[in-house]
């Protein structure tokens, strides 16, 4: 089991910044990686972001490419979302998630956490 902990949520102004924080314990040797979802109100949810667990690798949806960037801290466990350039667009419910090792899903995931971006 992974327990996941999310935290840095909040309103901002269109053109602003909010970093998300998502602190992993229990298992923690068995993540392969841990990835960032979002879902706003209505519709489907869709992936953010993901950074392989010993952090060499990072992959980004088009639609925050070059805004957010997704970074981890090993001594914590805990990996961080920094939202930059924010728009109302990417209000949503953020949520972190990980997969562990051999496995095609995510299986664990956090509890959530609002973001939404005033215009």
């Known amino acids: 089991q992974v327990q996941l902990v999310e935290s840095g949520g909040g309103l901002v102004q269109a053109g602003g910044s909010l970093r998300l924080s998502c602190a992993a314990s229990?298992?923690?040797?068995?993540?392969?990686?841990m990835g960032w979802f979002r879902q706003a109100p209505e519709k489907e949810r869709e992936f953010v972001a993901r950074?392989?667990?010993?952090?060499?690798?990072?992959v980004y949806s088009g639609s925050v490419k070059g805004r957010f960037t997704i970074s981890r801290d090993n001594a914590k466990n805990t990996v961080y979302l920094q939202m930059n350039s924010l728009k109302p667009e990417d209000t949503a419910v953020y949520y972190c998630?990980?997969?562990?090792?051999?496995?095609?899903?995510?299986?664990?995931w956090g509890q959530g956490t609002q973001v939404t971006v005033s215009s």
């Open positions: 998630a990980v997969r562990n090792v051999g496995r095609l899903e995510y299986e664990y």
């Open positions: 229990g298992r923690t040797f068995s993540i392969n990686d």
């Open positions: 950074l392989t667990w010993s952090g060499g690798s990072s």
